[in-house]
C-alpha cells in the first residue's frame, strides 16, 4: 500500500490538469502494402488493420494546467507478416504551481521508433518506447529581476523490445536567472544526471554546466545556449568518458502574410534512453548502441498560407550521430514538402514527397529512400469523416546492391468524433 501515495504524486498535475472533458475519437482504417516488410527479396503482399482511440485536450489557464494529444490503436495483420500489436503516438503534459515558489510537473511521450537504423523503417524493425517524467521545482526570488531555482525530475523509459535500454534516471538542476530587459532574458545552470540500465547494470554519470537566453523580438524569437557535457559510463570494470562543448541555437519568425519559419542548430552528448528525437526533427537514435551518442543537428522548416484555400510546408534535416564507445559515425539528411488544399466545404486534398539519404560509416554502402504520397479527406458531417489515401517509397542503395526495395500502399479510414 505504500506504493500508492508515491503513484498519486506522481500523477497529480496530469490527474488535476486533465479533468475536465477532452475531445475523444475513435477511428478504424485498413492499408494495403505490396511490400509489408521493405525487403529486396521475398515481397509479402499485406493488409495492416488497426482500431483505436485519439484524445486531444488542452486544460484553461489556472493553478493546474495540462495538455493531452494522441492516438492509440491495436494493430492487426491479416496475412500474419507480423505480430499484432498495440502502436500509438501520444504526447502529454501537466503542471500545477500553488504559488510562484513551488511548482510539479509530470510528463509523457509514447511513439513507435526503429530499432536499427540500417534496417528501412516496417513494422519488423519497430518497436515502443514511453519516456515518463516527473518533479518538483523550487524557486525564490532575490530579486525583481533574478530567480533562483532548484528542479529535480525522475525520468522512465521503457522500451517493447530492446528492455537492454530500460533506465531510469535523476536529473538534478540548478538555475538562476535574470530579466534583462522586458524583451531579453538569460542565466546560467548546472545539472547532474545519475542513469540506471536495469537490465546490464550499466551506469551512466552526465554533469553539463551551461549559460541560456531567450530574446524576443518584434516578429520572431531567438534562444539558445551554451556549455560543456561530461558523460561517464560506468559498466563493471569498464569506464568509458565522453566530453566535449554542446549548445542550441533557435530562431523563429513569423511574417503577417501568412509565413513562419524556423531554423536551429544543436550539438548535445546524450544516450538512447532520452526522448531527444522529440525535440529534434528526423533523428533516428539507433538503439543497437548503447554507447554516448554526440548528437550533431541542423534543422529547418517554413509554412506557407498562400490562399484561404491552400497551405503548404516544407522541412530540412542533417544530423550526425557518433556513437563513441563502438567508433561509429552515422549521418542522416532528409527533406519534405507538403501541400494542402481545401476541394470543397466538405473535401480537402493532400500531397506530400520527400528524400531521406542515410551514411552509416566505413564499409556501409549509403542509402537514398524518397516517397510520395497523395490523399483525400471528406468530412460528412461535423463528428464523422472519412480519408484515402496512396503512395510510393523506393530505397536505392548507393554503389551497388544491398537492402534495396519498392513499396506501393493504399489505405482507406474512417474517424468519428465522440464528443
Not at 529486396?40 to 488493420?49: M, P
Not at 535523476?170 to 524583451?183: A, V
Request: with cysteine; charged share 25%.
Amino acid at each position: 500500500m505504500k506504493v500508492l501515495p508515491g503513484a498519486a504524486l506522481l500523477l497529480w498535475p496530469m490527474a488535476v490538469a486533465w479533468a475536465d472533458p477532452a475531445t475523444v475519437d475513435v477511428f478504424a482504417n485498413s492499408r494495403y502494402s505490396d511490400n509489408i516488410n521493405k525487403r529486396e527479396e521475398n515481397t509479402e503482399e499485406e493488409f495492416e488493420d488497426r482500431v483505436g482511440i485519439g484524445i486531444s485536450k488542452i486544460t484553461r489557464p489556472g493553478t493546474c494546467e495540462g495538455s493531452l494529444n494522441g492516438d492509440v490503436a491495436f494493430v492487426t495483420y491479416r496475412n500474419d507478416t507480423n505480430d499484432d500489436e498495440f502502436s500509438g503516438t501520444v504526447d502529454a503534459n501537466g503542471v500545477c504551481e500553488p504559488n510562484r515558489n513551488f511548482r510539479w510537473s509530470a510528463r509523457d511521450t509514447l511513439r513507435d521508433v526503429r530499432t536499427t537504423t540500417q534496417a528501412a523503417d516496417s513494422p519488423a524493425n519497430r518497436e515502443r518506447r514511453n519516456v515518463f517524467s516527473t518533479g518538483p521545482t523550487f524557486t525564490i526570488h532575490p530579486g525583481r529581476r533574478d530567480n533562483l531555482s532548484l528542479d529535480v525530475e525522475y525520468q522512465m523509459t521503457r522500451f517493447q523490445e530492446s528492455t537492454d535500454d530500460d533506465s531510469d534516471r535523476l536529473t538534478t538542476t540548478g538555475r538562476w536567472q535574470h530579466l534583462f530587459t522586458s524583451t531579453l532574458n538569460g542565466g546560467l545552470a548546472v545539472s547532474r544526471s545519475d542513469i540506471e540500465f536495469r537490465q546490464t547494470d550499466e551506469e551512466l554519470t552526465r554533469d553539463n554546466a551551461n549559460a541560456f537566453f531567450s530574446w524576443q523580438r518584434p516578429n520572431g524569437q531567438w534562444s539558445g545556449e551554451l556549455g560543456y557535457s561530461w558523460l561517464e559510463s560506468e559498466r563493471g570494470v569498464v569506464i568509458n568518458e565522453t566530453n566535449g562543448l554542446t549548445g542550441r541555437l533557435r530562431y523563429s519568425h513569423q511574417w503577417d502574410a501568412g509565413t513562419s519559419a524556423f531554423g536551429e542548430v544543436r550539438r548535445s552528448i546524450t544516450d538512447v534512453s532520452t526522448d531527444l528525437d522529440v525535440r529534434i526533427p528526423g533523428l533516428d537514435l539507433n538503439l543497437t548502441e548503447t554507447s554516448a551518442v554526440i548528437v550533431t543537428a541542423v534543422t529547418a522548416g517554413i509554412s506557407q498560407q498562400w490562399t484561404a484555400r491552400t497551405s503548404s510546408d516544407a522541412s530540412f534535416s542533417g544530423i550526425q550521430q557518433e556513437f563513441d564507445r563502438a567508433g561509429i559515425t552515422e549521418e542522416r539528411f532528409s527533406m519534405g514538402l507538403g501541400v494542402n488544399h481545401r476541394i470543397s466545404d466538405n473535401f480537402s486534398g493532400r500531397a506530400s514527397t520527400g528524400y531521406v539519404r542515410e551514411d552509416f560509416g566505413t564499409g556501409v554502402d549509403p542509402v537514398g529512400t524518397a516517397r510520395a504520397e497523395l490523399g483525400v479527406d471528406y468530412q460528412r458531417t461535423r463528428d464523422l469523416s472519412f480519408n484515402a489515401g496512396i503512395g510510393h517509397e523506393i530505397r536505392d542503395v548507393v554503389g551497388g546492391p544491398g537492402n534495396e526495395y519498392h513499396e506501393n500502399w493504399a489505405q482507406i479510414g474512417v474517424r468519428y468524433n465522440l464528443r
